[in-house]
């Protein structure tokens, strides 16, 4: 399998650092054995090595019929990713309460709460019937987070049952009670969601996740970690505009997109992340971390896996794009949010045993939706 599968784990979290040089070294048990700097700095030469190399490799492309078929069967191709490697591929992000410390019961998180608590939510809407709104719940664990339950626990077979065809009211959704409120959206086995869950404890937290692959939902229901009471997890296409998420807009306190909108259509991300926008409280956050042009993996995409500039399909027939910052600034300032944070992490990785230098380009971005005045 090609090398776009490996996800970035920062190299200040956990573990020990040791100054090497100039630079610091990680801890190797933390980024897949292998050793890992920092900030790297690209040379005039690599950038434009890095360009040449994308340019060939995108100078054969797939054939309109495999691309439909991409994007039609695109569920298929995940389904069969996860039955394949299960809740076995990725590591738990714990490394992510470093990054967004608005996941963690910090002092960051209690402001949030503190100025959004009071958000009014739209007292009803109708909700689309559809597989959009399926409580087939997506998650991962590892060993560490226990086994799997043998049968999904009577009150979230009640929501499943329910939720297709009832008005989302202010009281009537799942977490109506909670006052901070976290969706992941592409949330695989769980190995965002589990940690959270783990970490925070605050009982006034709620989350949701949701994950186009009906076999990652059913991982995620399936996991001993999982806790109705606390979290819902459901099968959603982040592209169907015909489905709405089971939750009223005005209501989400974060939104997290780890490696999940380089997966879809480029033409198609605008809207998914206005629609996101638009369940947002004023204030609220989306979270984001993805992969970065000429990262290694564009790299070692070789001629006829190019689908279009900067969009490849993988030898399993998932799909992965490479994002510029501007690209992402663009995304979500017209979706009405504000800045906070668009940084490239440039990583340098280096595994002795295969004697092999990788260098890693991955975004990171926090955007903030507009607070409302007083006189508004």
Not at 25 to 41: E, M, Q, T, Y
Not at 156 to 161: A, K, P, R
Not at 174 to 197: D, K, Q
Not at 247 to 264: C, M, Q
Request: charged share 25%; hydrophobic share 35%.
């Amino acid at each position: 399998m090609d090398g776009s599968w490996s996800e970035g784990v920062p190299a200040a979290v956990g573990g020990k650092r040791q100054q090497f040089g100039s630079r610091f070294l990680s801890d190797p048990a933390r980024v897949f054995h292998h050793n890992a700097w920092d900030n790297v700095k690209w040379s005039e030469e690599q950038a434009a090595a890095a360009e040449r190399r994308v340019q060939e490799n995108s100078t054969q492309r797939v054939c309109q019929q495999k691309q439909v078929d991409y994007e039609i069967n695109a569920h298929k191709y995940w389904n069969d990713f996860y039955k394949i490697h299960e809740n076995r591929f990725f590591k738990d992000r714990h490394w992510l309460f470093t990054e967004f410390p608005e996941l963690a019961p910090s002092q960051n998180q209690k402001d949030l709460l503190s100025e959004n608590k009071r958000s009014e939510v739209p007292e009803c809407r109708r909700s689309e019937d559809g597989p959009g709104l399926t409580t087939e719940q997506h998650g991962c664990s590892s060993d560490s987070l226990g086994g799997h339950k043998t049968q999904l626990p009577p009150v979230e077979e009640n929501v499943t049952q329910t939720l297709s065809h009832l008005e989302i009211c202010a009281d009537e959704f799942p977490g109506a009670s909670a006052t901070y409120r976290i969706l992941e959206v592409g949330c695989g086995v769980g190995n965002t969601v589990f940690p959270i869950l783990q970490t925070n404890n605050d009982p006034r937290l709620f989350v949701y996740c949701c994950d186009f692959s009906s076999t990652a939902v059913e991982l995620v229901q399936t996991n001993s970690a999982y806790d109705p009471s606390r979290c819902f997890a459901f099968v959603h296409d982040l592209c169907d505009e015909e489905k709405s998420y089971p939750v009223p807009g005005n209501s989400l306190d974060v939104i997290i997109l780890i490696f999940v909108l380089s997966a879809i259509v480029p033409d198609k991300m605008q809207k998914a992340i206005n629609r996101l926008s638009k369940l947002l409280k004023p204030g609220g956050v989306m979270l984001l971390r993805d992969y970065g042009r000429y990262d290694m993996a564009q790299l070692r995409f070789k001629k006829g896996q190019c689908l279009s500039e900067n969009f490849y399909v993988r030898g399993d027939g998932t799909r992965v794009y490479f994002f510029t910052q501007d690209e992402l600034d663009t995304l979500f300032t017209t979706a009405g949010l504000e800045k906070v944070q668009n940084l490239v992490d440039r990583r340098l990785q280096v595994n002795r045993g295969k004697q092999l230098t990788m260098y890693r380009v991955w975004i990171q971005c926090k955007y903030r939706k507009p607070v409302l005045s007083n006189t508004s």
